[in-house]
């Protein structure tokens, strides 16, 4: 255990201090302005409703899966009742 941190520990250090000047912004000189380009109310507004979509979009459709998860659950259960009222052994070994 302490090789493992004596190995991982300057690694770390080596890999925060390389990543350090991207993470502070100074890898460029542009002034703030992002990799989309000029950001304006319309592109900020835009943003804001595309994200205030993505959540009930996201919701729905997880909600669908989840659905048919019960749905298949229930009829795997429904069948294994049958089976087991008709005194069938089960398969495998």
């Given at each position: 255990m ?10 770390a ?11 502070l912004?100074?890898d ?20 804001g ?6 959540f009930?979009?996201?919701?729905l ?33």
């Amino acid at each position: 255990m302490r090789r493992r941190l004596a190995l991982a520990l300057p690694l770390a250090l080596v890999v925060l201090l390389v990543l350090a000047p991207m993470a502070l912004g100074l890898d460029r000189l542009d002034n703030g302005q992002g990799t989309y380009g000029e950001t304006d109310d319309k592109v900020v507004t835009n943003a804001g409703f595309i994200i205030i979509a993505f959540f009930p979009l996201l919701v729905l459709l997880l909600s669908l899966l989840q659905w048919r998860l019960d749905k298949r659950k229930e009829r795997r259960k429904k069948a294994a009742q049958a089976t087991a009222a008709r005194g069938e052994p089960s398969a495998g070994w």
